[in-house]
């Protein structure tokens, strides 16, 4: 699984990269995951690449994964991820959590491709 944060989706649309057509090339098996808080969180930033990524979550077809929704996204790909996982993100302190843990991390990189 290849789960996704609200901040590596939002920076996708700002920068027009198709990230899922990159994530799906380089693995084709693998399911793209969102949890139902980056509903909220997305409805929360409120902007233009917002509101484009919930329209993007519809067409894709990503798999939503329903939660208490008592926590925020980065906390629940904490609790959640594997170590056969991946987590595309663009947050800092996450990242250094997930390496911690040993986990793969997927990134946007020079504003144009998925690394």
Request: hydrophobic content about 40%; charged content about 40%.
């Amino acid at each position: 699984m290849i789960y996704l944060d609200t901040d590596f989706l939002v920076n996708s649309i700002k920068y027009k990269i198709d990230v899922t057509a990159q994530i799906k090339e380089e693995f084709p098996t693998e399911d793209l995951v969102i949890f139902d808080k980056t509903f909220d969180e997305l409805e929360n930033i409120g902007n233009t690449n917002a509101k484009t990524v919930l329209a993007l979550i519809k067409v894709k077809g990503f798999k939503v994964i329903k939660t208490k929704k008592d926590k925020i996204v980065d906390d629940l790909i904490l609790d959640r991820v594997k170590k056969k996982d991946r987590v595309a993100t663009q947050d800092k302190e996450l990242k250094k959590l997930l390496k911690e843990k040993g986990i793969k991390v997927l990134t946007i990189r020079q504003k144009k491709y998925v690394g």
